[in-house]
C-alpha cells in the first residue's frame, strides 16, 4: 500500500515539475515500468479526431519509424484499440491467449501480459498508457485501479500542459503584434501608474533603457511631464505630446479594466511638418496677393473719378469692385486663421457671455431685418463666465449668427441660446434654414469647404468662417459642434469652459 502511494506521490511530483509535455510523460513510463517491474510501455495520445497525435514509447532501442508502424497498426488491431474503442482499461494475462493482442514479427522482446488504461478528461479518451511484461499472468486486478490513479493525474497534467502551451501560443503572437508595431504602447496598473508593458517603440519614443522599466512608476522612468499628465487626466483625455526630438506623438489613453490605463502613442510628425508648410506657403502667397489687390481697388476708383462713365461701364466697375472685395476678405481670413495657428499666446480676460451675445445680437440686427428674419436673443445667464480673448470670442459668435441669417430664407427664424451645463456655458445659434445635409456636416469646419454647391454660387463666402470659429473655439479649451436638417434648419453649439474663482483657465 505505502509503495503504490509513494509512486503515485513520485508520478505527481514529476507532472508538476515540468509543463514540457515529452519529458513529462516519458517519466510517468518510466516509474510505472520501474514499479510493475515491466520490461516495455507506452503512452499514445490522440486529438479531436482519434489520430495519434503523440506517441512515447519507453524502449530507446526502437527507431521512430519502426514505433510509427507500431502505434498505427496497435491502434486498429491491438490492444490500445479496444482500450479507445471501450474507453475502459483491462488486463491480457497471456498475449498468445487473446486476439486483442498483435504481435510484430521480428519483435525484440515477448511481451507476454499487458495492462492498458485510458487517459481521459471531460469524457473523451485522451490518450492510452500501456505497460507490459514478459510473463504471463503477471498483472492483478489491483494492478488495474493503480494504474488508473496514474492514467487520471497524467491526463490532469496532460489538459494543463495543452492548456499552457496554447495560452503560451497566443501570448506569443499578441507580444509579437505588440512588439512589431510602429505606435508606442504604454500600459501601466496600480494607484502610482506602474509599468506594465512598454513596448519598443515607447521605448525609443521616451528614451527608456530597454527593459529597464518593469514595475517601475512611469513618473520616475520618464521626464515626459505631459505623458505622466494624461495618464492622470480624469475623465481619461489623449492629445499632443511634444518630444525634446522635435518629435510630435498624437497620444490617445484607454482605461483596460482590471489591469490599468493604456496610452497608444502614433507619430504626426511627417503631418505636422506638412501643415506647417500649408501655413506657410499661405501666409507668403497671402501677403503677395494683398498688395495688387489694393492696386487694382485703387484704379477701379481712379476710373470712376476720371470719368465720364456710361451706367453700363459704371454697373461693370461695381462687379469688378464687388469681386477685389470678395478677396480681400478671403486674404483677411486666410492671415486670421493662420495667425490663430501659429500663435503662441493670447491675451485673456474674464468675459461674461450674455454680453458678447448682446453685443453680436446688436450687430447683426439690421442685417436680420433686412432679410425679413425674425432674430432673437436668449441670454440671461450671468454665471456663463468663460476666460478668453474678447475680440475673438465675439468673431466667432459673429461667424455663426452671419452663417445662420446667410443660409435662411426670408421669412425664416435665427435664434441665440445662452445657458451652462456642468462645468461649460454653451453658446447656441439656432436657425430655420436650408440645413446641412448629414454626410458632409462633419466637414464643414475644414478649411475651404462648402456645404451647398447650388447655393454657394448665389450666398458669397469663402468657406473659411467656420474654420475661423473651430480654431478659435480650441485655442479656448472648448468645442463646437453642429445639429442640422436639410430644410429644416441647423443649431451651431459652442461650449467654452466656465471660469468661476479662477478655476478654469
Ligand atoms: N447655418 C448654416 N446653415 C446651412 N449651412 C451652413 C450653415 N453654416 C454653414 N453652412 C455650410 O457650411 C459651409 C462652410 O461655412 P463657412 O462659414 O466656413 O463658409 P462660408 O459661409 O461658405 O464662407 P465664409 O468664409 O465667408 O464664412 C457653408 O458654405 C455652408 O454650406
Ligand atoms: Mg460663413
Given at each position: ?190 494607484e502610482d501608474h ?116 456710361s451706367d453700363l ?186 471660469h468661476s474663482n479662477?478655476?478654469?483657465?
Amino acid at each position: 500500500m505505502q509503495e503504490k502511494l509513494n509512486l503515485l506521490n513520485q508520478i505527481s511530483d514529476e507532472l508538476n515539475k515540468d509543463l514540457n509535455l515529452d519529458r513529462m510523460l516519458q517519466r510517468v513510463i518510466d516509474l510505472t515500468i520501474k514499479h510493475f517491474k515491466a520490461i516495455s510501455g507506452s503512452i499514445m495520445l490522440f486529438d479531436e479526431e482519434n489520430r495519434i497525435s503523440k506517441y512515447i514509447l519507453q524502449r530507446k532501442d526502437v527507431s521512430d519509424a519502426r514505433a510509427h508502424q507500431i502505434v498505427g497498426q496497435v491502434l486498429t488491431e491491438g490492444f490500445a484499440g479496444w482500450v479507445l474503442k471501450h474507453g475502459r482499461g483491462d488486463i491480457i494475462n497471456d498475449t498468445q491467449a487473446d486476439d486483442r493482442w498483435y504481435t510484430f514479427p521480428n519483435q525484440p522482446y515477448t511481451a507476454r501480459s499487458v495492462i492498458a488504461t485510458p487517459l481521459t478528461r471531460r469524457n473523451r479518451v485522451a490518450g492510452v498508457l500501456t505497460i507490459n511484461h514478459s510473463e504471463a499472468e503477471h498483472f492483478k486486478g489491483q494492478d488495474l485501479s493503480l494504474l488508473n490513479a496514474i492514467a487520471w493525474q497524467a491526463a490532469i497534467a496532460l489538459e494543463n500542459a495543452q492548456l499552457f502551451r496554447q495560452s503560451e501560443a497566443e501570448r506569443a503572437t499578441l507580444s509579437a503584434i505588440i512588439n512589431g508595431t510602429q505606435d508606442a504602447i504604454v500600459v501601466v496598473y496600480g494607484e502610482d501608474h506602474k509599468i506594465l508593458l512598454m513596448n519598443p517603440a515607447a521605448e525609443k519614443a521616451l528614451q527608456v533603457t530597454p527593459d529597464n522599466w518593469k514595475d517601475r512608476a512611469l513618473d520616475s522612468v520618464t521626464h515626459l511631464n505631459d505623458l505622466v499628465a494624461l495618464f492622470n487626466s480624469s475623465p481619461l483625455s489623449g492629445g499632443e505630446l511634444q518630444l525634446s526630438n522635435g518629435h510630435t506623438l498624437l497620444t490617445s489613453l484607454i482605461d483596460v479594466p482590471d489591469v490599468g490605463r493604456m496610452a497608444i502613442m502614433h507619430d504626426i510628425s511627417a503631418l505636422k511638418a506638412l501643415d506647417k508648410m500649408k501655413t506657410e506657403f499661405i501666409d507668403t502667397f497671402t501677403h503677395d496677393l494683398a498688395a495688387p489687390l489694393a492696386t487694382i481697388k485703387g484704379h477701379i476708383d481712379l476710373l470712376q473719378i476720371d470719368g465720364p462713365l456710361s451706367d453700363l461701364q459704371l454697373e461693370d466697375l461695381g462687379f469688378m469692385r464687388m469681386a477685389v472685395d470678395q478677396m480681400r476678405m478671403l486674404i483677411k481670413d486666410l492671415l486670421e486663421l493662420t495667425r490663430l495657428e501659429s500663435l503662441k499666446s493670447l491675451y485673456k480676460t474674464d468675459i461674461a457671455l450674455n454680453s458678447s451675445l448682446k453685443k453680436s445680437f446688436e450687430t447683426f440686427k439690421r442685417m436680420a431685418t433686412t432679410k425679413n428674419i425674425e432674430f432673437s436673443l436668449h441670454a440671461n445667464d450671468s454665471k456663463a463666465i468663460t476666460r478668453g480673448n474678447p475680440t475673438l470670442i465675439t468673431r466667432a459668435i459673429d461667424n455663426l449668427i452671419e452663417n445662420a441669417i446667410k443660409y435662411t430664407k426670408p421669412h425664416g427664424q435665427v435664434s441665440l441660446l445662452l445657458t451652462t451645463s456642468g462645468n461649460e456655458a454653451l453658446i447656441a445659434v439656432k436657425d430655420t434654414g436650408i440645413g446641412i445635409p448629414a454626410k458632409t456636416a462633419p466637414q464643414v469646419f475644414d478649411k475651404f469647404f462648402r456645404a451647398h454647391a447650388a447655393e454657394a454660387n448665389e450666398v458669397p463666402g469663402s468657406g473659411l468662417g467656420l474654420s475661423i470659429v473651430k480654431a478659435i473655439v480650441e485655442r479656448h479649451g472648448g468645442r463646437v459642434w453642429v445639429e442640422s436638417k436639410v430644410n429644416t434648419g441647423s443649431t451651431f453649439t459652442i461650449a467654452l469652459p466656465i471660469h468661476s474663482n479662477g478655476s478654469a483657465t
